[in-house]
Nanobody
Framework: VQLVESGGGLVQAGGSLRLSCRVS????????TGWFRQAPGKEREGVSC????????QYADSVKGRFTISRDIAKSTVYLEMNSLKPEDTAVYYC???????????????WGQGTQVTVSS
């Protein structure tokens, strides 16, 4: 399983970014895929996820209404559209895969290399 993220960067508060995660070596039917983030000095936080099988989605309360997860199965790519960004969204964002959304942010999941998102005030 390999996950490769892209799309991070520096943006002003209120701005938008889209992250992409190219996935290889797994089936979306068998794995949950999504995003978590880690800010300096803070614990890892699950952001959004596609459940395995049903493909249903879930979001952290902190991003509901602002972030949207989507995917293009033909391209094996998962996206995270981030709007109305806030300084507290600043973190390294990781794409991850596991059997359950609940475990994406744990060391048992498979992670990408991470991409930095910085939101200036």
């Amino acid at each position: 399983v390999q996950l490769v993220e892209s799309g991070g960067g520096l943006v002003q508060a209120g701005g938008s970014l889209r992250l992409s995660c190219r996935v290889s070596g797994l089936s979306f039917d068998d794995y949950a895929t999504g995003w978590f983030r880690q800010a300096p000095g803070k614990e890892r936080e699950g952001v959004s996820c596609f459940k395995s099988g049903s493909g249903g989605t879930q979001y952290a309360d902190s991003v509901k209404g602002r972030f949207t997860i989507s995917r293009d199965i033909a391209k094996s790519t998962v996206y995270l559209e981030m709007n109305s960004l806030k300084p507290e969204d600043t973190a390294v964002y990781y794409c991850a895969a596991d059997f359950s959304c609940s475990y994406l942010h744990t060391v048992h999941a498979t992670w990408g290399q991470g991409t930095q998102v910085t939101v200036s005030s």
